[in-house]
């Protein structure tokens, strides 16, 4: 089993950055891919960013395309979202996820690992 644990949320004005790490623990195997994504309160959960085992393949939503960065330390198992210029809109709890082959997908469903979520707050 594979455990995943977000952190360096907070709370931040708008305009600042803030960066995600994603620790992987437990029976990790590789290569694989990861995945941010983010629920905002009342919305469904929406990806964010992807990328795979080698950082080659990166995708983000249009939505945080030119403010966020993906990247991955695999000696470290960790893996960041670097996410700058934030907006209100960005307030959401924010989820990392890992799935078993290295595929980037943006499809929440394909990934069959999940952390446990870090807050992230923008205000205006």
């Known amino acids: 089993q594979v455990q995943l644990v977000e952190s360096g949320g907070g709370l931040v004005q708008a305009g600042g950055s803030l960066r995600l790490s994603c620790a992987a623990s437990?029976?990790?195997?590789?290569?694989?891919?990861m995945g941010w994504f983010r629920q905002a309160p009342g919305k469904e959960r929406e990806f964010v960013a992807a990328?795979?085992?080698?950082?080659?393949?990166?995708a983000y939503a249009d939505s945080v395309k030119g403010r966020f960065t993906i990247s991955r330390d695999n000696a470290k198992n960790t893996r960041y979202l670097q996410m700058n210029r934030l907006k209100p809109e960005d307030t959401a709890v924010y989820y990392c996820?890992?799935?078993?082959?290295?595929?980037?997908?943006?499809?929440?469903?394909?990934?069959?690992?999940w952390g446990q979520g870090t807050q992230v707050t923008v205000s205006s």
């Open positions: 437990g029976r990790t195997f590789s290569p694989y891919a």
């Open positions: 990328i795979s085992w080698s950082g080659g393949t990166i």
């Open positions: 996820a890992a799935k078993r082959a290295n595929v980037v997908t943006i499809t929440q469903e394909d990934y069959n690992y």
